[in-house]
């Protein structure tokens, strides 16, 4: 079994555990939790395919047990609605909203895209980026191969792009295939684009994060890419895509982090 | 009291109604069902301002009697979350998500916006949204005064501009300011932007739409421009900004519809 299904296995009962070795600096990636949490939201539903995740994060995911509690709101003939809160003990960690469906079999009459793929060079021109690397650690970089653009990469070592953008290559370690859920986990998992300005970012905790599955992805890596425009009041929005091998765009993301100094 | 206000009242115990006239042929509008649910989920949340607000779309919301059911997941420092379902009968019509807080006292150290404002001509040169106009009867253009950009108003006589854009002016027609609340209603309030490109789109039912308000908007009308780049598998995002009268961005939405024909 791959590494990201043993650790985004959760009981029939809701029982489960944040895994240890999906954080950065102690606390589980928010993607990761996503799709903790979205793989039994999928399971209660009963169908393949996450469509549009949101997710409220509320507390730290810290290593150990949880529990997500669902509710089924409504089965449709094409999607199912479903929420569910991840708690521990009492206290809640993620409050999440899902839709599932069948992604397989879309109408294809009309497809427009005037967006276009990120400009990457190839994964062994750009940049690995390792669980050592920076002022925190990030073991979750043992169990994912993101190699980053070159001008994105050098934030760790206060060489940055001046611009709020990040964009790189994915794929899991263990070699498991790209699917609908892990779009989920992928949309978060780059370093935030704001470590790229020419200004003092401590850390980005998510509030809120939503990703739209657009497409079952073709084998391969995925080439992602992620961008802030307005940073405003001590909170900031982050828009990501996620290009598939044969160019089509299979996960559109949008969060709302603050800006903490 | 305003047209809005008397239309979005939902008593203490979460019953209420879906008020007639604020429909598209028949069916009342998304961002006015959000804006509905919303301002009773605020009112449990005792914040005064919607920070990130989610809605899935699972019944039409015909006029007529609703209840909102709502949890409060977690009080906060800062923000309280909360969710609600409104039904009619037993029949769920909304999931909501939302997080509340005060947007007044927001951290203004690092202000960022690399996004400009719709190149929008005066409103008395843009074009009024009638509630007559098109092929479908828009009874909520009785009650917002929106005005199109003059090269995205010719969808509804067969001039098409050829892209998913729209962009306009937002008032309340009765002269109602504009608040954080409205921001729900704003970004679902004007014609979908693919109904400028010319492909055949019969209608375009929003299954997930989520606002963030970035900022209490100061006192006049908001500009506004919607944005679709992907249309895909039968599915399409649309992405919104709203700009207030000091050029502060103060709402940003994206919806994930469906392409129906």
Redesign the interface.
């Known amino acids: 079994m791959s590494e990201f299904d043993e650790a985004t296995h959760i009981a029939a009962d809701g029982s489960g555990e944040i895994a240890a070795g999906w954080d950065i600096g102690g606390n589980a990636n928010g993607g990761y939790l996503l799709a903790l949490a979205g793989r039994h939201l999928r399971e209660v539903s009963g169908r393949p395919d996450p ?2 995740v ?1 997710g ?1 994060y ?1 507390a730290p995911g810290t290593p150990g047990p949880i529990r997500v509690e669902t509710e089924v ?2 089965r ?1 003939k094409r ?1 199912t ?1 479903v ?1 569910g ?1 991840m708690r521990r003990g009492e206290r ?1 960690m993620l ?1 999440v ?1 899902g ?1 599932f469906g069948d ?1 397989s079999d ?10 276009e793929p990120p400009e990457l060079p190839p994964i062994d021109l750009c940049l690995r980026r390792e669980p050592t690397q920076g002022v925190v650690a990030v073991p979750m970089m043992d169990r994912l191969d993101i190699h980053l653009r070159p001008e994105d990469a050098g934030f760790s070592h206060e060489a940055r792009s001046g ?2 953008e990040m964009a790189g290559w994915f794929s899991f370690a263990d070699g498991r295939p790209i699917d609908t859920l892990a779009m989920l986990m992928i949309c978060d998992a780059l370093p935030p684009a704001v470590f790229n ?1 020419d ?2 970012v401590g850390w980005v905790p998510t ?2 994060y ?1 990703v ?1 599955v ?2 079952v992805p073709a084998p391969g890596p995925v080439r992602c890419v992620f961008r ?8 900031l ?1 982050e828009d990501g895509e996620v290009w598939d091998s044969a160019d ?2 299979v996960g ?1 993301s ?1 969060q ?1 982090a603050l ?1 903490a ?1």
Chains 1, 2 share one sequence.
Do not use: C, W, Y
């Open positions: 469509v549009t949101t409220h509320l709101i409504k449709g999607f609605t929420t809160t809640p409050q909203l839709m992604l879309g109408d294809r009459a009309v497809e427009i895209n005037t967006l611009r709020a300005l200004v003092p509030i809120e939503t739209h657009r497409g802030t425009r307005v940073v405003s009041g001590g909170f929005e089509r765009l559109m949008r709302l800006m100094r």
